[in-house]
């Protein structure tokens, strides 16, 4: 069964993580986000949903104005060479739909198939900026909130170097 916001904001709470989040219309793209968000205080992301040659399933999460090269990301992070993944595969495994992809959906890969990679210049930020399960909201949380709630996901992530 997919995680909705409620659980997953429950789940938050009983780690003991601290979030705010605000609600916004949806949007779909780094530009609509940064035209709707206001004064939204953090490090704002961008999530690439990829699956390499290999079948292997990857979570990059990196500050929205990082520029990725999918020719150059594999050497990166160790991977095959890489596509953007299916939004059926993306339903399947982190059960959100285009547009909503973030790290908290990991709550949802219960059989974790997803090797997550983190920027590591975002993860120097205080607070990070995720939707939570869809894209009518951001919720704002702490570096370190983030990492505990990804490791309970089950999930070991990767810090690399993307810019």
Known sequence: MTATPEDLFH???ELGIATTTA????????????ALRGQIAGCHIKNLFLKDKRDQLWLVVCPEDR??????L?????????SFARPDLLREVLGV???????????????????VVLDAEMMQADRLNCHPLHNSATTTIGT????????????????????
């Open 11 to 13: 789940r938050l709470s």
């Open 23 to 34: 609600e916004h219309p949806p949007v779909f793209t780094v530009d609509e986000a940064k």
């Open 67 to 72: 520029a990725i090269e999918l020719k150059t």
């Open 74 to 82: 594999p050497t990166l992070i160790g991977s095959a060479r890489l």
């Open 97 to 115: 739909e285009p547009g909503a992809v973030t790290p908290f959906a990991l709550i949802n890969d219960t059989a974790r198939r997803v090797t």
């Open 144 to 163: 370190a909130g983030l990492l505990r709630f990804i490791q309970s996901c089950g999930h070991a992530p990767r810090l690399v170097a993307l810019g």
